[in-house]
């Protein structure tokens, strides 16, 4: 028998020799196995779990007897009699090494642990937040060694945690004193860690043992939709999620509306900047309640958004936006006291992190983008597209990444188009038209039926059919296109030129009648030329940002195409690029993201060691100006072709075949583009 | 001739070699020289003015050409015509070097300058703020380089400054963009650094070339006044100095009193927090009005206060500073944003800095008294005392320093005290009485005449003889015991053992009577029994603390005191030294250094290097705890006796005889010292 004794941890694979009577979690700590503790191995907390393994370990050549542990102690019985342990666990302070043994560390007591994402790409978080917890039993102060109760604290904090520069704000130093003497000087602390040094902010301190959840917000600021997730900071759990119209819309439907509103009106931006500060603590609010949680607990904040959104919310005046040479204020990223937001609904001691922006018109969005879809980490030549009132749009790979913004205009959320609306029950999302009888069949939003299944009135009789979403916007188009319908140029044919009574008159145009209700009194659902007009342009735009960058990188074609944004989430790949939204690639490389921005946000909540990263990577994107870019023209003139007027699209020919129908000889059918242009 | 050329800088004596054309400005930096300069040497600031030397210089064994220099140039010339200009001197950032050269660097144009101390002594200051201002000529916006306003200006200051890590605030960012437009990318920035790390924050900005002084408060925050200096941050001058009362005083004269009332009064500690900050405001509103300046231009504040008052600034209850063991909540120094505590008189951004406290009874004003008076640079052993109505003492030299603070109690302030009243005019405070006759003179504050000098009642008329303030006391009672009218156990004699009628009975005890206007009704001034009790136990106090700090040292004498405190200023050293008040030392080592906690404040307010030096000293000075130490009651004991019942006074014996009276056999006489310590 020696005095010392094997240690394998699992599934780190970790291994060491160890005197006797070593407790587990400070052999794990001297390996540097990621095992959790937050009362720095007291028993209080029971992070530590361990599962030891027993019997024959073929593979490490090893056979753990019975008693490789110290015997189960009373500390271990009092916790799992009082909250609970899975069969088979041990409190890795508690138990000590008598012999080989093999000990698996649980994925729930890993400090690093790794959540999935919900989404179609499965990313993982690793988490390691900015804020955390910890249990600390500080020295009694003594008259002979007159240090503050602050200063022991600190050394506390170093001695038994290995945490230095620990900073307080009076708020905190008001209330140490009661709370130390309360916990009779064992007290948990929350603490927040700069990503820029090595400082801890001290933002709050419980008497005693305190388990209460730290939480954190996440926020997507959009210019149309707010998107928030509330996070458990200890798991990365999202406990609730919410979204809110941003009340600015009522200022200026786009960005450069609110700019324009802030310029016109004295004191507009301060509106602005309030009305979006009150919607987030509307916002914190609603989802503290919803996740039946105190909003107290929120100790962090990180946000997201379009460089106009970032200056209404940091409260500098977005006007030098408007205008060349669109400078910002500041475009590094931002830690500061989400107080100084106006943020009362959280805990005062809150903090806030802002992610930097890339350029005056490349947000923080488009960083949270980056950070969620790593471009930078991609071997293929990536392009990631953000849709919305704005798109972001991204390219690149390990070696180089650009990025540009392109003004796509509303379109794609529904607005502007005639039927169009946002995204809710009762808007058609689906639609496919037959190309011989050019009969339409669709689906809303709120029902699995097709418009032409039995059951479907019945299925939609709560809201009916109400309009067309931004998503439906893109099928009817496409397969209007596909059906022979509309033309290349964009032109929708009059009924003897296609061969359909849905094709009415509308002045010198033509419009498709895609639903009818009118005579149950419900509406009319036409798509006119000027809705073809509007999709025209937006995607034109879209295109003609991602095919600059293209250009830029010396590239023709892509590997792959990410749509992100809540909106590109529900695109069909294959209907985007009969619109030639997005350049041509196999249809089975399109994939969503969903709101990449939002889960960039999740992870800078959830990983400090993230926010230098995206720091890194924005310092290191290429930014791309569309605005004073001439092949931006020439690649929009050229994109208003549906799907293009010189790009070849070989893949999208091999899953469809676009008929060659021309109906711009027919005279007068094109007034309605040289209305337009005009 | 060669194409480089000899410079040498006085009173530096800095010199090297540089090519022809080399301005002097840029000689002088390569070479170390402290020469200012505000604008980065364009010719705007003036700050690097230098005088040339002309003709024959043999200590340097140089002969000076006249056109060493190169011409006076357009620059020079509309600076001279517009600001003025001393004849002789030129612009260093304008003058080139043409041929070897003497230049003198005069005093204002030192950025180190050192700025004399009105006082004893007249101790320098090197100027080297925390808070200064440059100008910065920053990069324009430009589409393909997307920084932010805020991170080009940063960029600026490194490369024109070399100033790093520049942090600033919302409230500055939203500043920022207007202002950068306005100045035409010129711009002044207001600086501060911090002393722990090398941050720079960006406190304020203005368009183009600003020249507003940059003010900082030094504030003494005493229990019972509080004395502020208005400094010139550029180069130290005082503008203004004002003392206010601390309105605490109506929650108890005393800190312990206060402590109490916060006890006894739940939210007393918040309304005396409130009470002290808005005297700050009104304080700095009215030196700035005094000085005809801006309080906005206020961008810094240093206190210096002690535990209780520190606490109560903070707004931390002082609860635990009553009892023991007397735990300071924070003893750190401290650096946090003016507005905290509410400081809204002075400029929103100004930062404030508090010298850390030594321990529980021994503050930050105990830690600005060590940094104006270096007892840790002393060569020979100091006794530092700030008395007040705690006492601060300080005893050391350049090996250890020691610290204890005692409870004088108010009596050397004049409360307590029959008669006892503030310094203002009309109180007595310089006393003699004739050993044979025990008839006493005087002098008032506010004349220069003694009492018996002719037109002594017509100099005082305005005020008349209104009470005895805290040196006429210490002076009275100590030329009571040179005349025979005390004897060393502090009791008065009667009018036959004293052989005076001035000695008047007072129940079972005398009174000495040193004034009397009554037949014109005016006050009788009398000193009482009482009175010398009072006095002796303050001057107990005070000699114990010393005496005890001198047995932790191991020495039994001290080499030389130095009185400090406002009241200390004015105290006679003969006279504390027959009191026993201070220990036995030549009376030509008893100097007094005026209000040096204020003087300490300066410092730290024009020194950023001293809040360094101060802390790194106050964590090497070690806190003697009075309250705990037996030797201390001892010590009390022996030092009730006048000068003292053990102690010898040698040195005092050289100077006066004291007689060797004693009135404690009269019986009944001493019923007054046995009533107050029953």
Known sequence: MTDDALVIFTPSGKRGRFPLGTPVLQAARQLGVDLDSVCGGRGICSKCQITPGYGEFPKHGLTVAADALSEWNAVEDRYKRIRGLIDGRRLGCQAKVMGDVVIDVPPESQVHKQVIRKSATDRVIEMDPATRAVYVEVAEPDMHEPSGDFERLAQALKDQWQIEDVEADLTLL????????????????????????????????????????????????????????????????????????????????????????????????????????????????????????????????????????????????????????????????????????????????????????????????????????????????????????????????????????????????????????????????????????????????????????????????????????????????????????????????????????????????????????????????????????????????????????????????????????????HISPKHAMILGMIPDVPLEKVVSAGNAAGTGARIALCNVAARNQIEEVVRHIHKVETAIEPRFQEHFVNASAIPNAVEPFPNLATVVTLPDVSFNTGGGGDGGRRRRRG
Chains 1, 2 share one sequence.
């Open 174 to 569: 008001r209330r140490l004193q009661p709370v130390l003497r309360k916990g009779e000087w064992k007290v948990t602390v929350v603490l927040n860690k700069c990503n820029h040094d090595a400082r801890h902010r001290l933002l709050d301190i419980f008497p005693g043992f305190d388990e209460r959840p730290l939480l954190g917000l996440a926020i997507d600021l959009g210019s149309t939709t707010i998107a928030a997730h509330l996070c458990d900071l200890r798991d990365g759990r999202v406990l609730a999620s919410s979204g809110l119209m941003n009340p600015q819309i009522r200022f200026g439907e786009d960005l450069m509306s609110r700019v324009s509103y802030a310029m016109m009106n004295p004191g507009g931006d301060v509106e602005m900047t309030r009305a979006v500060r009150e919607a987030m603590n509307t916002l914190a609010k609603a989802l503290a309640t919803e996740a039946q949680v105190p909003p107290e607990q929120i100790y962090e904040t990180v946000f997201v958004c379009n460089p106009v959104m970032h200056h209404l919310l940091l409260g500098i005046d977005p006007v030098e936006l408007g205008q060349a040479p669109f400078a910002l204020a500041t475009s590094s990223s931002l830690s500061f006291p989400a107080r100084d937001l106006d943020l009362t609904a959280i805990n005062p001691a809150a903090r806030t992190y802002v992610l930097p922006c890339i350029a005056g018109h490349v947000g923080a969005d488009c960083a949270a983008v980056a950070l969620s879809e790593e471009p930078n980490k991609s071997k293929d030549m990536v392009l990631v597209v953000d849709v919305g009132t704005n798109a972001e749009i991204l390219l690149g790979n390990e070696t180089r990444v650009l990025a540009c913004s392109s003004p796509t205009g509303p379109a794609f959320e529904g607005a502007q188009i005639s039927s169009g609306q946002r995204a809710a029950p009762g808007a058609i999302e689906r639609v496919e038209i037959d190309p011989v009888t050019k009969e339409p069949r669709f689906r809303v939003i709120g029902s699995d039926l097709w418009s032409d299944d039995p059951g479907f009135a019945e299925a939609t009789k709560a809201t009916g059919v109400t309009g067309i979403c931004g998503s439906g916007i893109i099928e009817v188009v496409a397969e209007m296109r596909a059906a022979g319908i509309l033309d290349a140029g964009g032109l929708i044919g009059g009924p003897d030129q296609v061969g359909t009574a849905r094709c009415l008159p509308e002045g010198r145009t033509f419009s498709y009648l895609l639903h009818d209700a009118s005579a149950e009194g419900g509406p009319r659902i036409l798509v006119t030329q000027g809705d073809i007009r509007a999709i025209q342009l937006a995607k034109s735009a879209l295109y003609a940002g991602a095919r600059l960058l293209m250009d830029e990188m010396g590239v023709d074609t892509v590997d792959r195409v990410t749509l992100a944004g809540a909106f590109g989430a």
